[in-house]
């Protein structure tokens, strides 16, 4: 019976032996596949870090992209300013010119009545002679 016994206690042995192998086996295995696990989801974290920090690095804050509206609301302020008192110094200068034109087209109507009033002028001063010499031969 002590044999038995013994035998029965070394088989319980080799048999604890055998699945001690076989857990720790697959607890080597199961650690592995973590790992490696663990590893891929660090890269693919650190690659979304790169693209957050990617990102990060192109985006404008908002107190400066503030500053730059600002800067550019008071740009073009100036500019319409600027652009208001180009419409008013041509709109000054096309009324000189516009004033200008009319007084030359004035002038020519002037110049071409006092030529037509001296033109006529003569033209009966003339009839007139022409006709005190020929009534002074009747």
Known sequence: MFKESKSA???ALTAQK???SV???ASEKAVSKAEEAQ???NVRSN???GQLDDQAKT???REEARVLFTSLDQRLEVLKKEIDSL???????SGRDLADLARHEQKNWSVGIISALVVGLLAIVVSVVLFAI???KH
């Open 18 to 20: 055998e699945m001690t």
């Open 87 to 93: 419409r008013e110094s041509r709109s000054e200068m």
């Open 134 to 136: 020929d009534f002074s």
């Open 39 to 41: 590893r891929e989801y």
């Open 23 to 25: 857990i720790f086996a």
């Open 59 to 61: 985006l404008l804050p």
């Open 47 to 49: 690659e979304f870090r």
């Open 9 to 11: 206690v070394d088989k």
